[in-house]
């Protein structure tokens, strides 16, 4: 199984600042990763699929990088709208697997 | 619109079974996989089971074989989870997801919370 590590586990931000994710794996994932959002009481959100591509209606201001093992999630300048969770996913592997997820807070 | 609705959560005690479901409206059903994630109180995500768009694929985790099938009725637009033996630990929200092209999960139901108690 495909571990997946997330780090920071919380981070600590104002509006307006910007937010770096990573997300690392066990093993070579290629470029089949994504990350999701998921607000209090909400379902997931799919933000960026194959590492880097803005799913539909996503803003600019998300953006996804990086293959193999290590990926980076960044959110350019925050909106109140984005403090939430969010987590990686891979899809190289059976079985998928989630990263535990970072959570972003308001300072 | 784009829509999953989910029903069939419910209290069920230790060994107990329930059928899990989520229809589907708003897209050609049948042309997408389709797959069941679920989150622990208070935990992540933890992936549980696939089906492929016709139904004839079939994937579950480790710890839910030979207790949950996954299956679809294409014609009422429909997909299943049936699960049996529950354990304590099968305590969860259940989302049925939508997997687009590439295979990610685009679309999500509400959710449907299982409690295996006693």
């Known amino acids: 199984e495909i571990v997946l590590t997330q780090s920071p586990a919380t981070l600590s931000l104002s509006p307006g600042e910007r937010a770096t994710l990573s997300c690392r794996a066990s093993?070579?994932?290629?470029?089949?990763l994504a990350w999701y959002q998921q607000k209090p009481g909400q379902a997931p959100s799919l933000l960026i699929y194959?590492?880097?591509n803005r799913a539909t209606g996503i803003p600019a201001r998300f953006s996804g990088s990086g293959s193999g093992t290590d990926f980076t999630l960044i959110i350019s300048s925050l909106e109140p709208e984005d403090f939430a969770v969010y987590y990686c996913?891979?899809?190289?592997?059976?079985?998928?697997?989630f990263g535990p997820g970072t959570k972003v807070e308001i300072k | 619109e784009v829509q999953l609705l989910q029903s069939g959560g419910n209290l069920v005690q230790p060994g107990g079974s329930l059928r899990l479901s989520c229809a589907g409206s708003g897209f050609t059903f049948s042309g997408y996989a389709m797959s069941w994630v679920r989150q622990a109180p208070g935990k992540g995500l933890e992936w549980v089971s696939t089906?492929?768009?016709?139904?004839?694929?079939?994937y579950y985790r480790d710890s839910v074989k030979g207790r949950f099938t996954i299956s679809r009725d294409n014609s009422k637009n429909i997909l299943y989870l049936q699960v049996n033996s529950l354990r304590v630990e099968d305590t969860a929200l259940y989302y049925c997801?939508?997997?687009?092209?590439?295979?990610?999960?685009?679309?999500w139901g509400q959710g449907t919370l299982v409690t295996v108690s006693s």
């Open positions: 093993q070579s994932v290629s470029s089949s």
């Open positions: 194959d590492a880097s």
């Open positions: 997801a939508r997997h687009q092209s590439s295979g990610w999960y685009d679309c």
């Open positions: 996913q891979q899809r190289s592997n059976w079985p998928r697997t």
């Open positions: 089906i492929s768009g016709g139904g004839d694929g079939t």
